[in-house]
């Protein structure tokens, strides 16, 4: 069992209208089988995109988090920096919710939130989704990252051979977790061991000398 004080058990995350509602999903059964308390938002947007995307109602996906708030409440206790959280992730984030956070606009709880994240100094993982990217994307990434945000595209790997979409999306969210310090266990990670497979296999990793 995972033992953690009470400021260091909290996690927010949120989810907003880009595709990708599966990252939040699988984040949030995660926290749970680990036992950290989860807060969620979800936006207008997002909601949209929930049942565009996958079979769960609103409730089947609130449910999920210890505690949910509606986008619009900007006096929940996650807008102020007295109440302690381990940090945030976003997942997935909105070219739109990249932008307020950039530019220090706060017009709801999601980015209120954030914000209170960056200026506590406690870690903000933003698992952007957008391709291909404009120079305004590439800008509001290299402003948020300069304000000590993660900027975290879930972007696939192989090297594990995956077969399927939950091996995939398990790679991408226990990554993003460990960027939250958060260990998890839900994908292989690259070690002597996986490597020693991998080259017993039939890949073949070495290639020719010269080889990038």
């Avoid at 900007?74 to 990249?98: D, E």
Wanted: charged share 25%; glycine share 6%.
């Amino acid at each position: 069992m995972v033992s953690h004080t009470p400021e260091s058990n909290r996690v927010v995350v949120a989810v907003t209208g880009a595709t990708g509602v599966v990252y939040a999903v699988r984040a949030l059964d995660v926290l749970r089988e680990l036992e950290y308390e989860s807060h969620l938002i979800v936006t207008k947007s997002a909601a949209l995109t929930r049942a565009y995307e996958t079979d769960l109602s609103k409730d089947d996906l609130e449910s999920r988090a210890d505690v949910a708030y509606h986008h619009t409440d900007v006096g929940a206790p996650l807008s102020s920096g007295s109440f302690h959280t381990r940090g945030m992730l976003i997942a997935p984030t909105s070219m739109r919710t990249l932008g307020e956070i950039a530019t220090g606009v706060t017009s709801s709880l999601v980015s209120r939130a954030a914000d209170v994240t960056l200026k506590e100094r406690r870690p903000l993982v933003l698992m952007v989704r957008e391709t291909p990217l404009n120079l305004i994307h590439l800008r509001n990434m290299t402003a948020v990252t300069e304000a000590g945000a993660t900027v975290f595209p879930p972007v696939p790997a192989f090297y594990s051979r995956p077969s399927s979409i939950e091996e995939i999306v398990d790679h991408s969210v226990g990554r993003a977790l460990d960027q939250l310090g958060i260990h998890t266990d839900i994908f292989p990670r690259w070690d002597a061991a996986l490597r020693e497979s991998v080259r017993n296999g039939n890949l073949d990793v070495q290639g020719e000398e010269g080889d990038d």
